[in-house]
């Protein structure tokens, strides 16, 4: 006589995942002038692991002087996703235009790192140096101008002269 006897079995999830960044190096543009306090970027990682086990912790690790102008926001952080916001204003014409962090993701005593470059990019924020010059105007006194009335020379690219500050 034989019996059979259902046996359930219960397969438990192991952390064995850590958390996996999109790239080993991040990349990010970030403009000149923004406010201390402006958003970065956005960094995601992926952890296969289930429930508690796929939960991610973030941390900048304070290895290079370029963390300080920089920070990550917990509250903003959804457990796959951080972002990274500036801790001041920057000049691009001033400062300079490179940055390196490192962030680390934790998945209990899983981790990985990554690095994150931010590069400073350039705003038009300097007005035309003037050189000097010559502009002959023609003496067309009853027609109006709709378009630029004449370029100038200027340091590096032209302007037009409507839109030239007064001295
Ligand atoms: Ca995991
Ligand atoms: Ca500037
Ligand atoms: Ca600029």
Redesign the pocket.
Same mark, same amino acid.
């Not at 952390?15 to 958390?19: A, S, T, V, Y």
């Not at 086990?53 to 991610?56: I, P, T, W």
């Given at each position: 006589m034989s019996s059979m006897v259902k046996v359930s079995i219960q397969v438990l999830d192991l @952390? +064995? @995942?850590?958390?996996k960044f999109e790239n080993d190096t991040l990349v990010f543009n970030f403009p000149e002038n923004l406010p201390s306090g402006s958003k970065v970027g956005t960094v995601y990682v992926t +952890?296969?692991?289930i429930g508690k086990? !796929?939960?991610?912790k973030f941390k900048m690790l304070e290895a290079g002087e370029d963390s300080k102008y920089f920070f990550i926001d917990d509250a903003t952080s959804n457990g796959n996703t951080v972002a990274i916001f500036s801790r001041r204003e920057f000049d691009y014409e001033v400062d300079r235009r490179n940055y390196q962090l490192v962030l680390r993701a934790e !998945? !209990?005593n899983?981790r990985s790192d990554v690095v994150v470059k931010i590069k400073l990019t350039d705003v038009n924020d300097n007005y035309p140096i003037m050189k000097d010059f010559d502009i002959i105007f023609n003496n067309r006194i009853d027609e109006y101008f709709s378009e630029p009335i004449a370029y100038v020379p200027a340091e590096g690219k032209y302007c037009r002269v409507n839109d030239l500050p007064y001295n």
């Open positions: @952390n +064995d @995942n850590p958390p +952890d296969p692991d086990n !796929s939960q991610v !998945s !209990s899983l």
